[in-house]
T-cell receptor, first 115, second 107 residues
């Protein structure tokens, strides 16, 4: 039990739709990162938020966006869904501080299927 | 070229064997993480290293910063160790992941 929860656990959408995935971090964890994991591959870093500001981003287009809230919850929004967006989406929190020295605690993930 | 390379990709061992998984990286890092992922997706952080060596039970992780290389060792492997082991490296605001090593320990 990592103390990080995600919702929903599974989601099916169609191409062109928009989706919002949610993550609730451990209290006191100021940094949350989001990852995309396609089947059979390692996770890919989407972006990172620290104190409600995006402060790091991987190679993902702007239709992937996020929000972080003061209550340690966060969202990943994906617009104009494509078939290749089908994946497991993981959030991970760490803190305090924003460096990479702190251990990450992963949520169980949301499995998104785009038809 | 991937920033993080793991080997082997797949590993089958008999219960009790000593197992080594390797990770090489090409970027500057603040810390290296070893993660365990079971079927269904849940990821657990095993180790976070910035230098030297760490040990938790039967698991040992080492890192050589100069050579940009880390190893994860499992002593006296057990079928419950069967999982995907992922190496991830982080700097200030980015993380890079290896593609994982799928370990199957047979009784």
């Amino acid at each position: 039990e990592t103390g990080v929860t995600q919702s929903p656990t599974h989601l099916i959408k169609t191409r062109g739709q928009q989706v919002t995935l949610r993550c609730s971090s451990q209290s006191g964890h100021n940094t949350v990162s989001w990852y995309q994991q396609a089947l059979g591959q390692g996770p890919q870093f989407i972006f990172q938020y620290y104190r409600e500001e995006e402060n790091g981003r991987g190679n993902f287009p702007p239709r992937f966006s996020g929000l972080q809230f003061p209550n340690y919850s966060s969202e990943l929004n994906v617009n104009a869904l494509e078939l290749d967006d089908s994946a497991l989406y993981l959030c991970a929190s760490r803190g305090p501080g924003q460096g990479a020295y702190n251990e990450q605690f992963f949520g169980p993930g949301t499995r998104l299927t785009v038809l | 070229k991937n920033e993080v390379e793991q080997s082997p990709q797949n590993l089958t061992a008999q219960e009790g064997e000593f197992i080594t998984i390797n990770c090489s990286y090409s970027v500057g890092i603040s810390a290296l993480h070893w993660l365990q992922q079971h079927p269904g997706g849940g990821i657990v952080s095993l180790f976070m290293l910035s230098s030297g060596k760490k040990k938790h039970g039967r698991l040992i992780a080492t890192i050589n910063i100069q050579e940009k290389h880390s190893s994860l060792h499992i002593t006296a492997s057990h079928p419950r160790d069967s999982a995907v082991y992922i190496c991830a490296v982080g700097n200030f605001n980015k993380f890079y992941f290896g593609s994982g090593t799928k370990l199957n320990v047979k009784p």
